[in-house]
């Protein structure tokens, strides 16, 4: 930048609405001078009358014998992505999901014997329920089909498994269980009862969670060229309109991913911040270890040790994979 728009724009900085200037020096026919001149450009926000400036807001028309032109642009924000849409490389937070569901959001890259990409199980598969093993369509697409459909430009990886997640109860395994009801219903048939005992066994969970193998490049960045606002903490994948439910990360470590982000843990009351299709949210850990049932739709599920954040009404269906991160 020459010296002289240097020593111009020095006179100006700091007085209101004054957000910038021009590189280049033009040539300016001055009507009150009755000449061309060298001129600098100083962009405001807002080109205000004189009156309603205060006297040290005042731009002065001449600096240095330049002419200073003032043009106004307006606020000048960063653009945000629109996280529903298209985009590449893939990043962090954006809308994503197999071919057979709506959209979720996509959470964290991890570490395996490849790189990959992970959000909730019931983002990644059609059905968290499912077998992985029974998983016959593998497409996975950015944006989800709920915002753009499946056309086949927006494919962005390849299904490659989830942490299936098991009812509440399930009939049990057990033979000496089996053994024990059978007899129990023959006794009961000689009473000429209809109704029949059975054996079940409950089943608890820690994780909604599920990976594909990227077939576009990802980025393990988030949205809008934000910083990590802290270490990873895991990714949401139930709510309500008061809280939300995320899975730890460290039973996602257990199954032998690692985050590509440094992993932490939380306590009742720390800050945390999440990010997804919708945008991003700050909350406060609500419980740090909680034991609760979760709605599929056509079943339920226990999850144990799973950390609860307050919600005022932010969290919602779509933030569901989204990864948070401890503050500070």
């Known amino acids: 930048m020459e010296e002289r728009i240097k020593k111009v724009y020095s006179k100006v900085k700091g007085k209101k609405n004054v957000i910038g200037h021009s590189n280049q020096i033009i040539q300016y026919f001055d009507k009150q001078l009755g000449k061309k001149m060298d001129t600098v450009i100083v962009y405001v926000k807002k080109k205000e009358k004189e009156e309603f400036l205060s006297k040290q807001d005042l731009i ?10 003032v043009i106004e642009i307006g606020k000048v924000e960063a653009l945000n992505i629109d996280r529903t849409q298209k985009v590449r490389p893939v990043l962090l937070g954006l809308s994503v999901g197999h071919h057979d569901i709506t959209a979720g ?6 570490i ?7 959000s909730n199980a019931h983002v990644i598969s059609p059905n968290a ?24 430009e927006n494919i962005c990886g390849e299904y490659i498994w989830h942490k299936q997640i098991k009812p509440a109860t399930t009939p049990s395994p057990c ?3 089996k053994g024990i009801v059978a007899c ?6 000689l009473f000429g009862r209809h109704t029949r005992f059975q054996a079940f066994q409950e089943n608890v969970n820690h994780i909604d969670f599920g990976i594909y193998r990227p077939s576009v490049e990802h980025l393990c960045k988030l949205p809008d060229d934000q910083d990590f606002p802290g270490s990873f903490i895991g990714l949401l994948f139930a709510g309500s309109d008061k809280v939300g439910v995320i899975c730890k990360v460290k039973y996602i470590i257990d199954e032998g991913f690692t985050p590509r982000v440094s992993p932490t843990e939380v306590k009742q009351m720390d800050v945390v911040w999440g990010s997804s299709f919708w945008g991003d949210y700050q909350t ?4 740090e270890s909680a034991t609760i049932q979760v709605s599929y739709g056509d079943f339920t599920a226990i999850f144990e040790d799973v950390i609860l954040v307050h919600n005022e009404d932010v969290i919602r269906g ?5 990864s948070f991160y401890k503050v500070g």
């Open 112 to 118: 395996a014997d490849e790189v990959v990409v992970g």
């Open 175 to 177: 033979k000496i269980s």
């Open 105 to 110: 959001s996509l959470g964290m890259m991890f």
């Open 184 to 189: 129990l219903n023959f006794i009961w048939s």
């Open 129 to 152: 329920g499912m077998n992985p093993d029974d998983v016959k369509e593998k497409r996975i697409y950015q944006p989800g089909p709920y915002h753009q459909g499946t056309p086949e």
């Open 60 to 69: 002065p028309r001449y600096v240095k014998g330049m002419r200073v032109k």
């Open 318 to 322: 779509g933030w569901s994979g989204s």
């Open 284 to 287: 406060t850990v609500q419980d």
